[in-house]
């Protein structure tokens, strides 16, 4: 439409209601930013914490501390880490956000505060990648451990079996002051036996028991009691190294289930930070809000 306007006065045309209904409320620059904010502070805070020793890997790493006084503390930190991080890139995002002005103020809370959810979300797909990254790197280390271990089996398979046989130490102890001919024989049937042992409760039999003195008297020198002494004190020493591996099994499994649940939780903890702080942020944008103590200009 043509509008006439008398001479020296500029008609200035504004955007349109259609124009103003096509355009994304969702500000995918802010987003961004917000992301790139809250990873920022992720990863300097993540950083600070273990070099204090404040990790998640290794609860025993600090001399002297008790493991759950540390594991304690690493989770509060982390927790405040992922909140912290997350509320600052939501506010980031809200105070960027470009404001739509057909919303009524309650409207504008939601939507910024939906950037915040954005900016947390895409925080959290960001971090998956990252560390389905870092077990992929595992799964290629893993790999090549195994190609190692096969290829140490082979050899081994080729000469002697002590490379592989996590009891060889034990065995050893057995047959210590042999100078028979066939300690060989003996040592690997003396393995065997302990082997079939450990795949049900890791008690040696007391006919094992007996042959294996036997063995062990025929191959050493020692006298019936002593043999039968030694055998003992291996099956005692097989079977806590045995029990040691199942505990150590057990606190790695519930470790790996209270950092997932602790993962779940500081999440959800965070999504309500993101939420927030980016609604803090648009009230701040509309206020035109300045930190003058804290952000002078010189």
């Not at 404040?54 to 927790?79: Q, T």
């Not at 990252?130 to 000469?159: K, M, R, Y």
């Not at 050893?172 to 028979?180: E, I, K, P, S, V």
């Not at 393995?191 to 028991?209: H, K, P, Y």
Request: net charge negative.
């Amino acid at each position: 439409m043509t509008i006439e306007a008398p001479g020296g006065i500029a008609v200035v045309e504004t955007a349109t209601g259609s124009q103003r209904d096509t355009s994304s409320y969702v500000d995918w620059a802010s987003i961004i930013a917000g992301i790139i904010f809250a990873s920022a502070v992720s990863l300097v805070l993540i950083t600070f914490g273990s070099a204090i020793g404040l990790n998640l890997v290794d609860f025993d790493a600090r001399e002297g501390a008790s493991p759950i006084l540390v594991a304690i503390a690493a989770a509060s930190w982390f927790l405040w880490v992922q909140i912290s991080s997350f509320m600052a890139g939501g506010y980031l995002a809200g105070r960027l956000r470009r404001r739509h002005f057909d919303a009524s103020e309650d409207e504008s809370d939601v939507r910024d505060g939906a950037h915040g959810l954005l900016v947390w979300g895409g925080s959290m797909i960001v971090g998956a990648v990252l560390a389905v990254s870092g077990i992929g790197a595992a799964a290629t280390t893993v790999g090549n451990v195994v190609s190692t271990a096969t290829n140490a089996a082979s050899n081994a398979a080729e000469g002697s079996l002590d490379a592989v046989d996590p009891n060889a130490y034990f065995i050893d102890t057995l047959f210590r002051g042999n100078t028979a001919p066939d300690a060989e024989g003996s040592r690997a049937e003396a393995g065997r036996i302990f082997a079939q042992a450990a795949l049900g409760d890791g008690t040696v039999a007391e006919a094992d028991r007996t042959y294996l003195a036997q063995v062990v008297a025929a191959n050493t020198g020692l006298s019936p009691e002593e043999a039968q002494a030694r055998v003992d004190q291996v099956s005692t020493s097989i079977e806590q190294a045995r029990q040691d591996t199942i505990e150590a099994a057990r606190i790695a499994r519930n470790t790996a289930i209270i950092a997932a649940f602790l993962l779940a939780a500081s999440s959800l903890a965070a999504a309500v930070g993101a939420y927030w702080a980016a609604q803090k942020g648009g009230n701040h944008r509309d206020k035109e809000t300045v930190f003058s103590d804290v952000f002078r200009r010189f």
